[in-house]
């Protein structure tokens, strides 16, 4: 998964600022740019399309 990608966390939209190599990620939320979280990737789905998103392992 790259950065900058849009993905759904807790239902909210975010854009991934950076992958670790521990399995988390941080996301910042679409619509307030300085709240910024710490994410599990199992937790976030990446949005492919308006209505269709997958687990982040079936992107991998």
């Known amino acids: 998964?790259?950065?900058d990608k849009e993905?759904?966390?807790k239902g909210k939209r975010y854009k991934i600022i950076h992958i670790?190599?521990?399995g988390y990620c941080e996301i910042r939320n679409i619509?307030?740019?300085f709240t910024v979280e710490l994410a599990l990737l199992t937790d976030i789905l990446t949005?492919?399309?308006g209505t269709?998103?997958?687990r982040?392992?079936?992107i991998l």
């Open 1 to 3: 998964m790259e950065n």
């Open 7 to 9: 993905v759904l966390y």
């Open 20 to 22: 670790y190599d521990s």
């Open 31 to 33: 619509d307030n740019h």
């Open 47 to 49: 949005i492919l399309t």
């Open 52 to 54: 269709k998103s997958l």
């Open 56 to 58: 982040y392992k079936e």
